[in-house]
């Protein structure tokens, strides 16, 4: 099973800040990197696919990049309602599986 | 408008059993993969079970495998999943997903339903 490690597990900015969230791979997964963002008591919402493809209608300011084991998930400038909680999901290998989550929090 | 419509969660006892079902509409439901996704109380997301368009294929996370079935019926449109031999740590809140482009296997998900609650305790 590969595992996905994120990082930070919170990461505090103020609104207009730049965020940065990591997802690292246990072993390669080629670009097959997917990255959703969860609201309280929401469903997830798919961001990105592909390793950097937008989903349909997502924001110009969310970019995904990297490939291999070593990905990331830029939000250029954070709006209020960028503060949620971003998962990464690899379909490289079976079982799909999913990183532990990182909170971007209102500093 | 795609809608995912989870029902069938509730409290049942450790070893006991529940069928949750999933509502489609919106979309050509025959055409694509699904999938349950679940999210224990604070945690995070863990995929369970993967179904083909066709149905002819099934996908099973370790941790589920010989005690969950999914299945489909393209004529109604529905997602099943047979959860025999719960246990307290299937209790979780499960979420019927739609893949974004695959047909025969689970890629990634791009509709998601609100999700329905499973406990398992006595």
């Known amino acids: 099973e590969i595992v996905l490690t994120q990082s930070p597990a919170t990461l505090s900015l103020s609104p207009g800040e730049r965020a940065t969230l990591s997802c690292r791979a246990s072993q390669s997964v080629s670009s097959y990197l997917a990255w959703y963002q969860q609201k309280p008591g929401q469903a997830p919402r798919l961001l990105i696919y592909g390793a950097s493809n937008r989903a349909t209608d997502i924001p110009a300011r969310f970019s995904g990049s990297g490939s291999g084991t070593d990905f990331t998930l830029t939000i250029s400038s954070l709006e209020p309602e960028d503060f949620a909680v971003y998962y990464c999901q690899q379909r490289s290998n079976w079982p799909l599986t999913f990183g532990g989550g990182t909170k971007v929090e209102i500093k | 408008e795609v809608q995912l419509l989870e029902s069938g969660g509730g409290l049942v006892q450790p070893g006991g059993s529940l069928r949750l079902s999933c509502a489609a509409s919106?979309?050509?439901?025959?055409?694509?993969?699904m999938s349950w996704v679940r999210q224990a109380p604070g945690k995070g997301l863990e995929w369970v079970s993967g179904?083909?368009?066709?149905?002819?294929?099934?996908y099973y996370a370790g941790s589920v495998k010989g005690r969950f079935t999914i299945s489909r019926d393209n004529s109604k449109n529905t997602l099943d999943l047979q959860m025999n031999s719960l246990r307290a740590e299937d209790t979780a809140v499960y979420y019927c997903?739609?893949?974004?482009?695959?047909?025969?296997?689970?890629?990634?998900?791009?509709?998601w339903g609100q999700g329905t609650l499973v406990t398992v305790s006595s």
């Open positions: 997903a739609k893949d974004r482009i695959c047909s025969s296997t689970s890629c990634n998900f791009d509709y």
């Open positions: 919106g979309f050509t439901f025959s055409s694509y993969a």
């Open positions: 179904i083909s368009n066709s149905g002819g294929s099934t």
